[in-house]
Structures are given as structure tokens and as C-alpha cells.
């Protein structure tokens, strides 16, 4: 299994490669060259298995030999075993037909610690075989920061700079970033907003000079590894509701693309998927592009769901390099036009990526009354990224065929917005109730290129 880049240019991967690289060298995507399938009866299969043993099954096509299958199962069960549920990923019921995957049982309260988690041990393993180290640095609106810290602290072969913006993250998610207390584990808050943040480092990442010296690497969602294992959850909640002989649609909260791609690789490896939706909140970028208006991007408007406000969304080059045939040119010529303002979609394209993706918006209003009216209605309390999930799907969801709306993060994670909502202050689980006693540590930096690279390269572990 070979991985090429979405602009064309840079030498195709192992998955090894393509995972501890993250972006490639001529500033696009890696993608699996060709996507494996399984078979009906392959897919029967998963139904009753473990998270654990469907994770084996979906990943195993794809990694080539970087690992045996008995160091991979090892490594899975070792990532998951960290996840405060027995299911890792339960679904709980909402109204006739429409389901809630909750993914916020993990260390950080949100769907990202189901990638993380498997990454930080995959890159254990592969460093520490090689005997080498890197520095790994993300961009964060929130979660992703703290769920790479939490997978990554106290790892030898490794350094983790987080760069999230400064006074735009919620309390409880700085505080998962800044009160970790081992050494290799960096804390930045950058004067600037989330899309500053994502810029600074794939500006980083293209200074070969600094990523070579470093050893950088990537953990944000554009790593190929973290598409990868949330492609898992969408085959454990399809099969429990009948896949592959019912056909399920799904619901996604979405910011950079990351997670409702892994819906299409689900779908594209054989998973009957009916509709996927794109739901956004008031930076609706997405929502406009797939109605047909172009990408073009705008001022973004914090929000009370602040892991979806975004005006660049990066995977979102991974479904436009399959909506052109996988026309690199094409890619190549959309993203200069991005880095200008904004871009339009073919014809040909737009018509592949509406086969493929539906799209819908909440505002700020509309999300609030989803919680409150789904506490009344079903007793579930939703943070405000799966609210806007959940409203979209009842907006736009087909009552024949099972709507699966992903819970990205746990209503704790948010407890102002959710307070505001329903006049109920989320708890935070028993093992992270002290989180508001720890102290925290964090520098604050401009949004500078060099000031930033002086800083990773002084403060090195190792
Ligand atoms: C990251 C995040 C999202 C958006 O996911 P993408 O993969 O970036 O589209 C949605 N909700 C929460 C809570 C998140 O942390």
C-alpha cells in the first residue's frame, strides 16, 4: 500500500512514512494510492465483535507491513484500553430512526483521542524501533491539542508543541493543555485565531531547513493515521444497526474535513452509506461550497462551538483531489487560488462531491434550542458541536433510513453554553474533576514565524 500526495509532486509513502510525515513535502495530503474493500460477508462478519476487533479488520488493508498483525492488535487494544467506556463508541437513541454515536469517552472528553490515542502508540513504536525522535507540533481550536498531550506526554522519542489561540479555547480545554505536567509536553497560546495558528504551521512545515533539523512532524487531522482510525467508528455503529444489509446515513459536525472523510473511506471501502452530512455552525464555509457557491473565505465568527470555526478546512483537499479524478493540477491551481481568497468548483467536481455529501448549517440560536429541546425530549445533555449536529440531521434526514449523528465532545467540555441551554452545569467525569486545581503552564507568542521557530527550537527536551 503506496500513499501519494493530493498536489502530485511529492514521492509516494509507506504508511510509516506517510503517517510519521503527516503533510507531504509538496504542501498536500497523502492518500492511499488505491482504497481497499471489504466484502459483504466481511462486513457481516464485524456484527457482535469487539471495537477493538472491528478497528483490526478496517485498519489492517491499509497499514502494509509497518506492523505485524500481532504488534497492531497490540497496539490497539493498548490505545483503547484508556476510553471510560466498555464500547468505546455506544450509541444512544434519540427519536425514531435517529441515533447518537457518542465519541467523547476518551482521555480529553472528544472524538479525537480515537485517533490520537492509536497514533501516539503507533509512533511509539516505530520511533523507538528506529531508534530516532521528532518534534510534533499541531494546530489546535481545542480539542485536537489537549487529545495529542494527552497521547503524547511522557513518550521518550518525542517532543509536542501545541499551538492553540490565545483567549479562543474554552477553560476546560486550555486547562487539558496547559496542566499536563511532563517535560516534553509545550503549551503555546498564539495571539491570533485558529486559521493563524493552521497557517504558522504549514508554514513551519514548509521551511525544509526547520523541518529537517527539528525532525517535524504532524498530528493534525490532514496525518493519513488519524483519517484512518476514525474510519473505524462508522463500520462498529453501521453494523449494530444492521449494515451491510440496511443501508445507515450519518451526520457529521464538521471543521477541517477530517472526520466526515473517514465516513467516505468507510463508504468508499464498502460500508453501504446512504447520505453523509456536513453540518456546520455559523462559519459555513463548507455548507455554501457544497450548495454550489464556491469556496471562498470570509472572517471567522467565534462561536459556542469554537472546534468547528474555520474558514480553512484542510481535509477538504482530500475530497476535492477525488472530486477532480484525482487531478493534481487541478488541486494545485485551487489552493494558490485559496491562499488568494477563495476558489470555484468545477461542474464535474461539484457533481462527485454532491454524490457523495449532503450539507447544512445551525446558527448560534438554533443550536442553543437544540440542546434545550433535546434535554426536554430525551434526557440527553449535548454539547454544542453535536447539537449542531443533531439539528441538521432532523432537518435534513430521510426517516426510512437510520440517521447516525456523531457526538464529537462531551457537554462537560463546554459547560457555559450548555449551562446557558438548560440551566444544568455539565460535571466533568470523576478521573478529571481536580482539572480546575492543577497549575497550569503556558507561553504566549505572537503570530511570527521566527519568534515561533526560536521558541520550539530553544526549548527541546532532547
Ligand atoms: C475537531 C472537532 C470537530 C470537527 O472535526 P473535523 O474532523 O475537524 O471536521 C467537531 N467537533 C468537535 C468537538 C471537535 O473537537
Known sequence: M????????????????????????????????TIPTLTHQEIAALAGKSYEEVAFAVMRPFIGDTFTDEVFRALIDEAYAVIGHTARAPMVQLAPNHFLLELFHGPTLAFKDFAMQLIGQMFQTALGRKGSRVTIVGATSGDTGSAAIEAFKGLDNVDVFILFPHG??????????????????????????????????KDMFNDFEFRDGVKLAGVNSINWGRVL??????????VSLGAPDRKVSFTVPTGNFGDIFAGYVAKRMGLPIDRLIVATNQNDILDRCLKGQGYHKGPTHPSISPSMDIQVSSNFERALFDAYD????????????????????????MESLREHYDSGRATEEETMQTITHMLEATGELLCPHSAVGVKVAEEMRDAAVPMITLATAHPAKFPDAVEKATGIRPDLPPRMRDLFDRDERVTRLPNDLEALKAHIKGNLSA
Open 229 to 238: 482510525a476514525q474510519v473505524v467508528y462508522y463500520f462498529t455503529s453501521a
Open 326 to 349: 484525482r487531478d493534481a493540477l487541478a488541486v494545485v491551481q485551487q489552493m494558490a487560488e485559496l491562499a488568494e481568497g477563495g476558489f470555484d468548483v468545477s461542474q464535474g467536481a
Open 168 to 201: 479562543r479555547v474554552s477553560e476546560v480545554q486550555r486547562r487539558q493543555m496547559t496542566t499536563p505536567v511532563e517535560s516534553n509536553v509545550h503549551a503555546l497560546a498564539l495571539e491570533g485565531d485558529f486559521d493563524d495558528c493552521q497557517a504558522r504551521l
Open 2 to 33: 503506496r500513499y501519494i500526495s493530493t498536489r502530485g509532486t511529492a514521492p509516494a509513502l509507506s504508511f510509516e512514512e506517510a503517517m510519521l510525515t503527516g503533510l507531504a513535502r509538496d504542501g498536500g495530503l497523502y492518500v492511499p494510492e
